[in-house]
């Protein structure tokens, strides 16, 4: 199952952008004998401004896919489960999970309608690089743990 961070806005340059992308190379090299991957990390800029734009780039991005919605009102999970989550997915035959995270204004109601699920960080507003960041290594950690690697949590 292919794997993608959907975000609006540009990553930029500075250490969370360096850290994602660290992070989904890791989760891409540790998740193919596990049939999950690559992790891509895809950043969309919408020519206008408001979330309905963001949002049909968005749902465009994600077309065909498995979308999880990243909210603040999402459900949160923990590293585990959120592992278990993801296996269940791929087995149930989804052939790409993408997870969508909005701009400054978060997503359109259009974009968590058409999402399968959401995922919360906590109620928090967090920047889009950094959660785009802490997504990438969630991910590598679920990869991590689906290959049987030890876990501090076990």
Same mark, same amino acid.
């Given at each position: 199952?292919?794997?993608?961070?959907?975000?609006?806005?540009?990553?930029?340059?500075?250490?969370?952008?360096?850290?994602?992308?660290?992070?989904? @190379?890791?989760?891409?090299?540790?998740?193919?004998?596990?049939?999950?991957?690559?992790?891509?990390?895809?950043?969309?800029?919408?020519?206008?401004?408001?979330?309905?734009? @963001?949002?049909?780039?968005?749902?465009?991005?994600?077309?065909?896919?498995?979308?999880?919605?990243?909210?603040?009102?999402?459900?949160?999970?923990?590293?585990?489960?959120?592992?278990?989550?993801?296996?269940?997915?791929?087995?149930?035959?989804?052939?790409?999970?993408?997870?969508?995270?909005?701009?400054?204004?978060?997503?359109?109601?259009?974009?968590?309608?058409?999402?399968?699920?959401?995922?919360?960080?906590?109620?928090?507003?967090?920047?889009? /690089?950094?959660?785009?960041?802490?997504? /990438? @290594?969630?991910?590598?950690?679920?990869?991590?743990?689906? /290959?049987?690697?030890?876990?501090?949590?076990?």
């Amino acid at each position: 199952m292919k794997l993608a961070v959907i975000a609006i806005g540009k990553p930029g340059r500075g250490p969370e952008a360096t850290l994602a992308a660290d992070y989904a @190379e890791r989760a891409t090299l540790a998740g193919r004998a596990l049939g999950l991957g690559p992790l891509e990390l895809v950043d969309l800029e919408a020519r206008k401004t408001g979330k309905a734009a @963001e949002a049909e780039l968005i749902l465009k991005a994600a077309e065909g896919a498995h979308l999880i919605a990243c909210d603040e009102r999402g459900k949160t999970f923990s590293s585990r489960a959120f592992a278990d989550h993801v296996a269940m997915l791929r087995d149930r035959g989804e052939r790409r999970l993408v997870f969508a995270i909005g701009g400054a204004d978060g997503l359109d109601d259009s974009v968590r309608a058409a999402a399968a699920s959401t995922l919360a960080f906590g109620p928090q507003t967090w920047p889009h /690089a950094l959660a785009r960041a802490m997504l /990438a @290594e969630q991910l590598y950690r679920a990869v991590t743990i689906l /290959a049987g690697s030890p876990y501090h949590r076990d």
